[in-house]
């Protein structure tokens, strides 16, 4: 994992999500179970991820895993993990007109997100992964 500030997008993801639902490491990572392969991410390297220690990029049994526990679409940590763990920004690939509505999501209360993005995915539903 790099210990660049800039590159912290997946840590902060869980550390703030598992905050936003009040949970402990232990209460957490033990609903982190892909529910395909039943793969499970252990509590040490939730802990590693959220305090800046070295971790072995997830697999995406693991994002699948994180995802359950942390109740967000799959789609939203694989973007968080690519941009920390490969550097890669997830709007390069997307047009122009959706990449401007993507960068203005910040700037909504985290609930108005989360409507929104239930409006959408009512509309489009998103891939399993």
């Known amino acids: 994992m790099s210990r660049d500030p800039e590159r912290r997008q997946f840590a902060d993801l869980i550390r703030d999500r598992r ?3 009040r949970e402990g ?5 033990a609903k ?4 395909v392969t039943g793969t499970k991410v252990t509590r040490g390297w939730i802990y590693r991820l959220e305090t ?6 997830p697999a995406v049994e693991e994002l699948r895993a994180l995802a359950a526990a942390a109740r967000l679409p799959l789609e939203s940590l694989q973007d968080a ?14 047009s122009g ?7 203005k999501l910040d700037r909504l209360p985290a ?19």
């Open 19 to 21: 905050a936003e639902l």
């Open 25 to 29: 490491l232990t209460a957490f990572a």
């Open 32 to 35: 982190a179970v892909d529910p």
């Open 52 to 57: 800046g220690e070295p971790v072995t990029p």
């Open 81 to 94: 993990a690519g941009a920390q763990f490969h550097g890669r920004d997830p709007l390069v690939s997307g």
């Open 97 to 103: 007109e959706s990449t401007a509505y993507v960068r």
């Open 111 to 129: 609930d108005q997100r989360r409507r929104l993005l239930d409006l959408i995915d009512s509309l489009v539903p998103p891939d399993e992964g």
